[in-house]
């Protein structure tokens, strides 16, 4: 019998571990090795990618930032792939960005059935061109992680989590778990059916519509913001110098612009325990007579001023 509770370890190895640290042009700033470690890739609770290197009682966290990597090898080292692999080479052979690409050992692609497969060929002969090596990505070992079965997997080891945490209706379950497969029987066809008239709308929260574009969703968001009748607010973010300031716009903008009426979400986690955490969706109902700070009605009921918070980038430019 399967145990549905089983629980499943990082996959660890045993040896030496490096960390190098690089600079902003992809020079190496310094190096720290840890002999006999043993080593594991894991999230915390904030969907952080870390690895620890365990020394016997002692442990060392390493903080892995994933939008570093997307920036310095995707949006600026290549584009976004629309490109041929000839203008795509000669973005990724100009400093600092060839330094990263020759240096790379391991290239994590996570949600890997969200990348298109053109891009990814062109990625591939770009990695080999620039590396000069002709391996299959000029060498760099790949580490793919997602929904295989969106996305056969190459490989016949695969490993399915099959306990559910996030939905506690069996029934529920059993309407996902077929569609999840492809299949649609006819107890899941009918229940589907019957939420087709329902309303999602949540007062004033208007119900979350998904694109398959960025560039969709903020011509969206723009349309519906100028419909509203009253006057914008405007929010700007003070940002630090140095090599990472430009990441900063991956978590927040730099400029935000907001009326009473404005449909928002929290991308950040602030009171978990209240139901205010990352994804959490909301309407503007007024600005703090104070402060300023807008007033946000959540969809559980909870009214909330949404002060400023603190952002932060750490890269391989500064100590860690």
């Not at 019998?1 to 571990?17: D, F, K, L, R, Y």
Request: with cysteine.
């Amino acid at each position: 019998m399967e145990n549905p509770c089983v629980q499943i370890s990082p996959v660890t190895i045993t040896g030496t571990v490096t960390v190098e640290h690089l600079q902003s042009n992809g020079a190496p700033a310094r190096k720290v090795t840890h002999q006999n470690a043993e080593a594991a890739l894991y999230r915390n609770e904030f969907r952080d990618i870390l690895l620890r290197a365990r020394l016997g009682p002692r442990s060392v966290v390493y903080s892995l930032q994933n939008a570093v990597v997307h920036k310095k090898f995707v949006r600026e080292g290549v584009g976004t792939g629309t490109a041929t692999v000839e203008v795509m080479m000669q973005r990724a052979m100009r400093p600092p960005w060839v330094n990263h690409w020759r240096r790379c050992k391991v290239l994590v692609v996570d949600e890997v059935s969200m990348l298109d497969g053109r891009f990814f060929h062109k990625l591939e002969r770009v990695a080999r061109l620039v590396r000069r090596n002709d391996r299959p990505f000029g060498g760099i070992q790949l580490v793919l992680c997602g929904d295989f079965l969106q996305l056969p997997p190459c490989i016949n080891i695969t490993l399915e989590l099959k306990q559910v945490h996030r939905q506690s209706d069996p029934r529920f379950i059993s309407l996902l778990q077929q569609v999840r497969v492809g299949s649609c029987p006819d107890w899941v066809e009918e229940v589907l059916k019957k939420t087709a008239s329902r309303c999602l709308d949540t007062g004033d929260i208007v119900a979350t519509r998904l694109s398959t574009h960025t560039d969709d969703v903020d011509f969206i968001n723009q349309r519906c913001f100028d419909q509203l009748p009253s006057t914008p607010r405007i929010f700007k973010a003070i940002d630090s110098e140095g090599a990472s300031a430009d990441l900063l716009e991956v978590c927040a903008p730099s400029t935000l612009s907001l009326k009473v009426g404005t449909q928002v979400m929290l991308t950040k986690n602030t009171q978990v325990k209240a139901g205010l955490a990352n994804g959490s969706r909301g309407v503007v109902v007024g600005f703090d007579s104070a402060s300023g700070d807008p007033i946000v009605q959540f969809m559980n009921s909870c009214k909330q001023t949404i002060t400023k918070e603190r952002w932060a980038i750490r890269t391989g430019a500064e100590d860690s």
